[in-house]
């Protein structure tokens, strides 16, 4: 039980610590200040941008800047879309996978360019090995850079003064993709691969079991997707089990650094904010609010999976590790439960537990991380969802105490309010409305498990998975209460629409709030000025996640994983 | 805009070939100079080259001479994987657990309270290798007797055989049922 916190407390510190030296590396990429591996990226970002026809000293005002943004995207949409729907012809496919069927290959493309990464197939059966790399790793990288460029845009539109101009898309794009995602993932992929993880263009294996029997052994392209799965906050597993699959996660180690490249961009990010800004105090504030979020939230995980299911207590079996169903033996309940909550408080998604087997109040955390869906978060849109938070809390203290609000020297007024409420709103909106219809269609279809088939699991826990695969949608986050038989055109097209309004509108909204606030002057401030910077701010702020970011999501609660609670306990 | 669609495609391309080939090219180079074992799978080949199956890849075991593998939700198939999505309170979870821990018992000749719970769940991706230490030393008596040997034997086989949490606190010890297996086979004939 101790261990458990041991080594989701080194986890959790190791990652806080590299991710400052990571936050200052990525402010001096991001400014174009000199770093130590400039000679091996330098060239390899300038060749990018020349093949590409871009000139670096071309400056985006918010609106060309979001143009450039969806346009690349959609460009990204429709190549992939036709590579997974004729990958059956194209190379690379040894093991013969066909080609995907329109209403999957929608929400699958829908997903990987959204960064969400929800899979309603599963990597073994359903990609090529072509499309695994072309396809899925492509977009794992680019989808990333895109939310880390949009980031970095909002932050410039935040610290500018009277500035007209918010970066060159293709130029941040590029940086994030090459000087950061690249070095990263080629670090992370060597050390999972001297752990275990397959990295081979050879098919499936036909292996003779010990006891004569044939098993056939899936394998192929493995290292290099799971690395920058993990490091762009995607998520979207090479097998379909993700890092359950003892070959995408081997060992504890290789589940260290994986944990350890969740999370370490969306922390580093705060830390690039503060930089920036030229504010390291703010950095510190909202980084200790995302902590005071983030912990209790794993410390409550850890205890609710150590704890163990009460049913299979009155079984009578030895259950001192803890809750195991959907567990590996090689993690334990601590780093299963410390990774549920790091992968949905981060948009990221993947899974070395099955979610849908977590106790009922641990499967009620990864909800709660994603109906949040800012504390880091995914890499940059996370951070995006922190700071209009930040601009709310501001709004709301600066009511209470009868000020203007001011963020940064820059009064916030109403536009910025009505942008910032666009992009805060829709969320919930989202997970709501999609739970309401989907469980109407239950309930009105006869005989529903028959006819729909969707739900593996009764009564409340049934309407929990049709809540989670809403929130994970709607989070952008991908992982999945895996029982929803979701490969259906309902559940293929609603969580793919809902995967490309909640990727592009928290993305633009906030754009065009930063570029109205970086044309404002920045007034100096006086001791009259609410201070962002302070204590008294971080727990305004906390206060109003908890009460803006969850509230309305207390009903959904109540009527799945804390009904399902209250009944094991009878 | 006709700009923009155009740098829209190029970096499309160029991204494409960067990332999808070169990024792949330098890991499968450096796997095959540095981990070439493990990048073809950690597969485990008999004296004969007979592929046996891969350390990481639990494989199911029934005769009573061999430990069994923790339970899969897919019957071990390493092709299409996955883990069973039982909920907590499902019934047909219950129902599982109990059959399973109906025949551990039987065949172990233990109690309930004795059985580790691993030993009657099904694990994440159904093909994990290993079983805590406490779930092999139950099978260790049935081992020994159906091949005939001295059940203390079986019992250091298994200590050898137990992998320590990595640095004394990440992950859980445990031991590799294939490759305890192979051993018993080499040890006892």
Redesign the interface.
């Given at each position: 039980m101790s261990t458990e916190y041991v080594a989701v407390g080194v986890t959790i510190l190791f990652t806080i610590a590299t991710s400052l030296v990571l936050g200052r590396y990525m402010f001096k990429v991001f400014t174009g200040k000199r770093t130590l591996l400039d000679p091996l990226l330098l060239p390899i970002e300038k060749l990018v941008l020349r093949v590409t026809g871009v000139d670096p000293d071309e400056q985006q005002g918010w609106r060309q800047y979001s143009v450039s943004l969806l346009v690349s995207n959609i460009v990204m949409w429709l190549a992939t879309f036709a590579i997974v729907s004729l990958q059956k012809v194209l190379p690379l496919n040894p093991d013969g996978i066909a080609n995907m069927e329109p209403t999957l290959a929608f929400n699958t493309i829908s997903s990987f360019t959204t960064n969400t990464n929800l899979q309603h197939y599963s990597g073994e059966t359903g990609l090529s090995y072509f499309t695994q790399m072309f396809v899925i790793t492509f977009l794992q990288f680019v989808t990333a850079a895109t939310g880390v460029a949009a980031c970095i845009a909002v932050i410039r539109g935040l610290a500018g003064n009277r500035l007209a101009q918010l970066g060159n898309f293709y130029v941040d794009m590029t940086r994030a993709t090459v000087r950061v995602f690249l070095p990263l993932a080629l670090v992370v992929g060597t050390i999972l691969m001297w752990q275990g993880t397959p990295m081979t263009f050879e098919g499936a294996v036909h292996a003779t079991t010990v006891e004569g029997q044939e098993q056939v052994i899936a394998r192929g392209v493995v290292a290099p997707e799971v690395a920058i799965k993990q490091l762009g906050t995607n998520g979207g597993g090479y097998f379909g089990p993700n890092s359950t699959h003892p070959y995408e996660n081997p060992t504890p180690l290789a589940n260290f650094v994986e944990s350890w490249s969740i999370t370490i961009i969306p922390m580093a990010m705060v830390w690039t904010l503060g930089y920036m800004v030229s504010r390291r105090r703010l950095a510190v504030v909202i980084f200790a609010t995302m902590l005071a979020l983030y912990v209790p939230m794993v410390i409550f995980a850890v205890g609710q999976e150590a704890g163990g299911n009460p049913a299979i207590a009155a079984i009578g079996v030895d259950q001192s590790t803890g809750s195991t169903e959907g567990k590996e033996v090689r993690f334990g309940a601590g780093l299963s439960a410390l990774w549920a909550v790091t992968t949905t408080v981060t948009s990221n998604g993947s899974v070395n537990a099955m979610h849908d087997s977590l106790t009922p109040l641990g499967g009620l955390m990864p909800l709660v991380g994603m109906w949040l869906n800012n504390i880091f978060g995914g890499v940059g849109v996370g951070f995006i969802n922190m700071l209009i938070f930040v601009i709310v809390a501001v709004f709301v203290a600066g009511m209470m105490v009868g000020r203007t609000p001011e963020f940064l020297g820059k009064k916030v007024e109403g536009k910025e309010i009505k942008l910032a409420s666009l992009a805060l709103l829709w969320h919930p909106l989202a997970i709501l409305a999609g739970t309401a219809v989907a469980s109407y269609v239950w309930a009105t279809t006869a005989d529903p498990g028959t006819t729909l088939g969707w739900l593996k699991n009764p009564g409340a826990h049934g309407f929990s998975e049709m809540l989670y695969e809403f929130s994970s949608a709607a989070a952008n986050n991908g992982s999945g209460f895996e029982g929803l038989g979701d490969n259906t055109p309902f559940w293929n097209i609603s969580t793919g629409l809902v995967m490309l309004l909640s990727r592009y509108i928290p993305i633009i909204a906030p754009l065009a709030l930063a570029g109205a606030l970086a044309i404002k002057p920045a007034a100096p401030e006086t001791s009259g000025t609410l201070r962002a910077d302070s204590a008294t701010f971080g727990f305004t702020l906390w206060a109003v996640i908890v009460i803006l970011g969850l509230l309305m999501f207390m009903p959904v609660a109540v009527l799945g994983p804390i009904a399902e609670h209250l009944a094991l306990m009878k | 805009m006709i700009r923009?669609?155009?740098?829209?495609?190029?970096?499309?391309l160029?991204?494409?070939v960067?990332?999808?080939?070169g990024?792949?090219a330098?890991?499968?180079a450096?796997?095959q100079a540095?981990?070439p074992s493990?990048?073809?799978?950690?597969?485990i080949r008999r004296a004969d080259g007979?592929?046996?199956?891969?350390r990481?890849?639990?494989?199911?075991?029934?005769?009573p001479e061999?430990f069994q593998s923790?339970p899969s939700g897919v019957d071990?198939?390493?092709?299409?994987?996955?883990?069973?999505?039982?909920?907590?309170?499902?019934?047909d979870?219950?129902k599982a657990?109990?059959e399973r821990?109906d025949a551990v018992m039987t065949q172990e000749n233990a109690t309930?309270?004795?059985?580790?719970?691993?030993?009657?769940?099904?694990?994440?991706?159904?093909?994990?290798?290993?079983?805590?230490p406490?779930a092999v030393e139950l099978q260790a008596a049935r081992v020994a007797a159906a091949r005939n040997v001295p059940v203390e034997r079986v019992r250091e086989l298994i200590a050898t055989h137990i992998e320590p949490?990595?640095l004394g606190?990440?992950?859980?010890a445990?031991v590799n049922v294939?490759e305890l297996?192979?051993a018993l086979?080499e040890e006892f004939q």
């Open positions: - | 923009q669609l155009q740098l829209g495609i190029r970096f499309t160029v991204t494409m960067m990332l999808g080939g990024y792949h330098a890991l499968w450096i796997g540095a981990f493990q990048a073809e799978g950690s597969l007979i592929i046996v199956g891969s990481l890849i639990a494989q199911k075991f029934t005769r061999y923790r071990y198939n390493a092709a299409s994987t996955g883990g069973t999505n039982h909920g907590p309170s499902n019934p979870h219950l657990v109990q821990l309930a309270s004795q059985v580790p719970s691993e030993l009657v769940t099904a694990s994440g991706g159904g093909l994990d290798p290993h079983l805590p406490a949490p990595t606190f990440l992950g859980r445990r294939l297996n192979l086979d």
